[in-house]
């Protein structure tokens, strides 16, 4: 769905922590995974 890519290109600010963006790549891998692109 859009909001689902939207929050993740939202959610990794410029300001975020390293961890912060380590979770983010992690999510978006799992995201892939799990079919992100049927969903986009």
Do not use: C, I, N, W
């Not at 939202?10 to 992100?36: I, N």
């Amino acid at each position: 769905s859009r909001r689902f890519g939207g929050k993740l290109l939202r959610f990794p600010p410029p300001k975020a922590k390293s961890g912060a963006r380590d979770a983010t790549d992690a999510e978006l891998e799992l995201a892939k995974k799990q079919g992100y692109h049927l969903q986009q």
